[in-house]
């Protein structure tokens, strides 16, 4: 996938306040066309509760409750075949959620081999330089829930790189993560998705992911 067009797009819990924050001043809300292009990098900052989280589900196609249209190579992605979204999550569209969705009783590694069974992306020697880099690699035979959060959004991190994509979406990626921990995350994300030539779209609410080059857009 190149490109992913979102035209007048607006959650529909925003119906009616269009004429205030935050949707007037959003520059993707209700914008005639906003376009993601595979390639490059993305920071979307705004405050808490305008919508990032709901953006990337109305992507990633998790959640439907939007008025406009969002166009995957300009095919309307609410018109995809269950098929074709299998195809598009497995290929080309990975998800980090801000809540990140680890099995707390299952240990980091377990968590990340469950997603690399079903795609077969990364080999163990890969997977366990991903851990050693994020600093986790003594954490790979914790329960994912006794680890601190930012520990958990290292390995949730990790879990979404176990899979090809063109678009990577990370909700709040590094809310929890100091400065060198961010610095630590950003340089594996870049690396991968430039590896793939894919595009990186991070939301942030103050504590961006630390990307050399990105477009910034106020949501
Ligand atoms: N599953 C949902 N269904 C319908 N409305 C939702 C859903 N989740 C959130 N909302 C509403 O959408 C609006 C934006 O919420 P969202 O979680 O997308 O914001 P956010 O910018 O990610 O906030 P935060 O920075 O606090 O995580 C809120 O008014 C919220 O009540």
């Known amino acids: ?3 992913i067009e979102l035209k007048r797009v607006l959650p529909q819990v925003f119906r009616g306040s269009e004429k205030e924050a935050p949707v007037k001043d959003s ?3 209700l914008r005639e066309s906003v376009v993601f292009s595979r390639g490059h990098n993305y920071i979307i900052e705004a405050e808490s509760g305008t919508g990032k989280s709901s953006l990337c589900a109305f992507i990633y196609g998790s959640r439907r409750d939007y008025e406009g249209r969002i166009l995957f190579d300009g095919q309307d992605a609410a018109a995809l075949s269950i098929d074709r979204w299998c195809e598009l999550r497995r290929r080309s569209l990975a998800y980090l959620p801000q ?3 680890l099995f707390p009783e299952l240990t ?3 968590n990340v081999m469950i997603k690399n069974r079903l795609t077969d992306f990364r080999s163990g020697d890969e997977i366990r330089r991903m851990l050693s880099r994020l600093e986790i690699e003594g954490k790979a035979g ?3 829930g006794r ?3 930012g520990q958990q959004q290292r390995a949730a991190i990790i879990r979404a790189l176990c899979q090809p994509f063109d678009f990577i979406l990370i909700d709040e990626p590094v809310s929890h993560l100091d400065a060198r921990n961010n610095q630590a995350v950003a340089s594996l994300i870049a690396e991968e998705a430039g ?7 991070a939301t942030s609410v103050g504590n961006k992911i630390r990307l050399e ?3 910034l857009m106020r949501l």
């Open 99 to 101: 809540e990140m969705r």
């Open 195 to 201: 590896r793939q030539g894919a595009a990186v779209i």
């Open 27 to 29: 520059e993707l809300w």
């Open 1 to 3: 996938m190149e490109n």
């Open 108 to 110: 980091v590694m377990e």
């Open 142 to 144: 914790e329960r994912a």
């Open 147 to 149: 680890l601190s959060v």
């Open 213 to 215: 080059e990105f477009e």
